[in-house]
């Protein structure tokens, strides 16, 4: 396994349309963070799961987002009815346990127009 | 509200230089202080961490000092090289939670020949 893959790596959509992103993680990580990044700034929360379970969903992430990871193994991130607001990096992480650290994905920039 | 302040926001060192960053904590739960190391187009990469039970790690020419006091960690960059030129994100948890990391706000290095 050569490390956390995001798909697609870039995407364009309309204000209002439905979009969707994939990570999928180091294969015996059960550990899954999302997290998004605007242009200069740090990493944010958004939400986390152990295995199939999210356990932790920060406040950025309003009813327009929505996140799975069935049975434990890849996650989907999906937002709708975009906003101009929306647009940044969305990094996906893996990890075993806190001293290990996060393993990122090289994430998916998303461009609401 | 658990925040990272970090500075400064850019820093430019010349080849062979020491790099320092700063960074200062709020939220004595936090036990966990890891830095992480970003490219253009790429995640963040975990490039070293420390718990505050020690005062000082090094790995190769990066060295993290921490104040626990006053709460208050540094990123020490020794012999900086044109490679190192990236962006920085001092981070920190606590491993009582769901291990979701707080970010700083990053520090932009450049390292000029």
């Known amino acids: 396994d050569t490390g956390v893959s995001q798909d697609p790596r870039h995407k364009i959509t309309k204000r209002g349309q439905n979009v969707t992103f994939r990570c999928d993680p180091i294969s015996e990580h059960n550990r899954l963070y999302w997290y998004r990044q605007t242009l200069g700034q740090g990493p944010e929360f958004l939400t986390y799961?152990?295995?199939?379970?999210?356990?932790?969903k920060s406040r950025l992430l309003s009813d327009r987002f929505s996140a799975e990871r069935p049975k434990g193994s890849f996650s989907t991130l999906e937002i709708q009815r975009t906003e101009q607001g929306d647009s940044a990096m969305y990094l996906c992480a893996s990890s075993l346990a806190l001293d290990s650290g996060y393993t990122f994905g090289s994430g998916t920039r998303l461009t609401v127009v | 509200q658990q925040q990272v302040k970090q500075s400064p926001q850019s820093l430019i060192v010349q080849k062979g230089g020491i790099s320092i960053i700063n960074c200062a904590y709020e939220n004595t739960a936090f036990d966990y202080f890891p830095w992480y190391q970003q490219f253009p187009g790429k995640g963040p990469a975990l490039l070293i961490a420390i718990r505050p039970d020690v005062s000082e790690k090094k790995e190769g020419r990066f060295t993290i000092s921490f104040n626990k006091s006053a709460k208050q960690f540094s990123l020490h960059i020794m012999d900086s090289q044109p490679g190192d030129s990236a962006t920085y994100f001092c981070a920190a948890t606590y491993s009582g939670g769901y291990q979701k990391v707080t970010f700083g706000t990053g520090t932009k290095l450049q390292v000029i020949p």
């Open positions: 799961f152990q295995n199939e379970a999210q356990l932790e």
